[in-house]
């Protein structure tokens, strides 16, 4: 095939020659006056054609067409496998993904265990210095009532305060003594919270392993800052990586005070949950190593994370739904008891009300509940119109970019919202400024993604 289309060539341009004539009356042929070229033309030719990056396609054959164009898609794309060099950066990210979420669980237990423990000492406290206030002589509380000419709400008045009398015998100076204790613990476990900064550090670490997985998988998908280019050096995109890691580590640490925390120390083998050091998975399961093809983006990122934002809007609508059920009851109930001068019952009524409001609002569950559903739908915008694209379209790096980038951003909105209005909340609270600060900082790495 080279030599005939070299000689092809040559022939035709023989053709072209404007003493054509002349040179064929002396008897010379295009063979005479091309022959190195058209020798050398073969040489090149036959190279080119032997290449493996060359390929072919007969047009009537639409199948085969496609899944020409769907190899060639690949391998202008994405490596058939993940170099040696990705895998340890990636075994590294992966490693640090799984500390940092295992320990965001337990800074989450740990903070939702010292708040709701100071809830139940506080509401003590309140019950304990309203014991001790109504410990009073019985009849002078109910002689003052007929001073005044109301028998009826003298009668409700002693009946509670017998009632209450009834129930326990304790002088009043126990219930002091027992609102001092509960105030001495709760003032402990406040201090214990403010030095453990659970709160801080489950946020931070949450969002940092975040940010880390985005990463993650934008190198698997070499969009972004880890596309591959024939242009430059082979390994741009784990130079990528390792820079991404080296400033993820910088600002996760940076932040949430976690330099002082165990954050680099080792951890048991449990812990590593991506079979980056040992395991087996299951047929057709994600390695979490591998080169991944757009859909195979969307079935693993995008429709996982649609589920996860489905299965959890129910359950905090239901908690929101029943603590504002529970406010309203308890103010019913309160303003009954104080149209009876059911004092006791009022104290505690109301300090049960203000624990289920605190709680209300550290869960913070009608703006999560708002998050979660303005992800979802966003993430099934992106899928629609997925859906919507031909295969040739869904072949653009252009498209294939759109996708990963703006569905890691949608991702990435809900995270960095949810530790905005984290800080937020430490700032109206008086608390100091830093930590803004450092939200701000953990937040850069999602901006850069996003960018």
């Known amino acids: 095939m080279a030599v005939w289309i070299a000689d092809k060539y040559f022939q035709d341009a023989w053709q072209l020659l404007p003493d054509r004539e002349t040179r064929e009356q002396t008897g010379q042929t295009y063979q005479d006056l091309y022959r190195d070229r058209s020798t050398a033309m073969a040489a090149i030719t036959s190279t080119i054609l032997s290449s493996p990056n060359v390929h072919h396609v007969n047009l009537d054959d639409e199948d085969g067409?496609?899944?020409l164009v769907d190899q060639l898609v690949r391998l202008d794309r994405l490596p058939r496998e993940t170099p040696i060099e990705g895998l340890l950066l990636m075994q590294e990210a992966w490693c640090a993904y799984d500390v940092a979420m295992h320990l965001a669980d337990r800074?989450?237990?740990?903070?939702?265990?010292?708040?709701?423990l100071q809830l139940l000492l506080i509401f003590a406290v309140m019950v304990a210095t309203a014991l001790a206030a109504l410990s009073c002589p019985w009849a002078g509380e109910g002689e003052a009532h007929r001073q005044l000419g109301?028998?009826?709400l003298a009668a409700a008045t002693s009946t509670s305060l017998n009632l209450l009398h009834s129930m326990t015998s304790m002088p009043r100076a126990s219930y002091v003594n027992i609102a001092f204790i509960l105030s001495a613990f709760a003032s402990v476990l406040i201090s214990v919270d403010s030095v453990i900064n659970a709160k801080l550090r489950w946020r931070q670490l949450r969002n940092g392993a975040g940010t880390l997985e985005s990463y993650l998988w934008c190198y698997r998908t070499r969009v972004g800052s880890f596309e591959l280019d024939q242009n430059s050096d082979s390994r741009s995109s784990?130079?990528?990586?390792c820079n991404a890691l080296i400033r993820w580590r910088q600002e996760i640490v940076s932040g949430?005070?976690?330099?002082?925390?165990?954050?680099?120390?080792?951890?048991?083998?449990?812990?590593?949950?991506?079979?980056?050091?040992?395991?087996?998975?299951?047929?057709?399961?994600?390695?979490?190593?591998?080169?991944?093809?757009?859909?195979?983006?969307?079935?693993?990122?995008?429709?996982?994370?649609?589920?996860?934002?489905?299965?959890?809007?129910?359950?905090y609508a239901m908690v929101r739904y029943v603590l504002r059920m529970m406010l309203l009851t308890s103010t019913g109930l309160s303003t009954m008891c104080a149209h009876y001068q059911l004092i006791m019952p009022v104290v505690i009524i109301t300090g049960f009300a203000g624990a289920v409001t605190s709680w209300q609002e550290f869960?913070?569950?009608s703006r999560k509940t708002e998050r979660y559903t303005r992800a979802m739908f966003q993430l099934q915008n992106m899928l629609s119109w997925w859906k919507s694209l031909s295969e040739v379209?869904?072949?653009s790096k252009e498209i294939i970019s759109q996708l990963i980038h703006t569905s890691e951003g949608i991702i990435s909105e809900e995270r960095v919202a949810w530790v905005s209005t984290a800080s937020k909340q430490v700032e109206e609270n008086g608390s100091p400024s830093s930590p803004s600060k450092k939200s701000t900082k953990a937040r850069r790495g999602d901006e850069d993604l996003n960018a």
Not at 107 to 116: D, E, V
Not at 238 to 241: D, K, T
Not at 280 to 300: A, C, M, N, R
């Open 393 to 395: 379209e869904r072949a």
């Open 107 to 116: 800074y989450k237990g740990i903070s939702k265990l010292i708040f709701f």
């Open 256 to 315: 949430g005070d976690l330099q002082v925390s165990g954050f680099g120390q080792a951890y048991p083998e449990y812990i590593y949950k991506h079979a980056q050091n040992t395991g087996t998975l299951p047929d057709g399961e994600d390695d979490h190593h591998s080169p991944v093809q757009p859909q195979k983006y969307v079935d693993l990122r995008i429709i996982p994370s649609i589920a996860f934002y489905q299965d959890r809007i129910p359950k």
């Open 238 to 241: 784990e130079l990528a990586l």
């Open 363 to 365: 869960a913070d569950v």
């Open 65 to 67: 067409s496609k899944k």
């Open 150 to 152: 109301s028998m009826e």
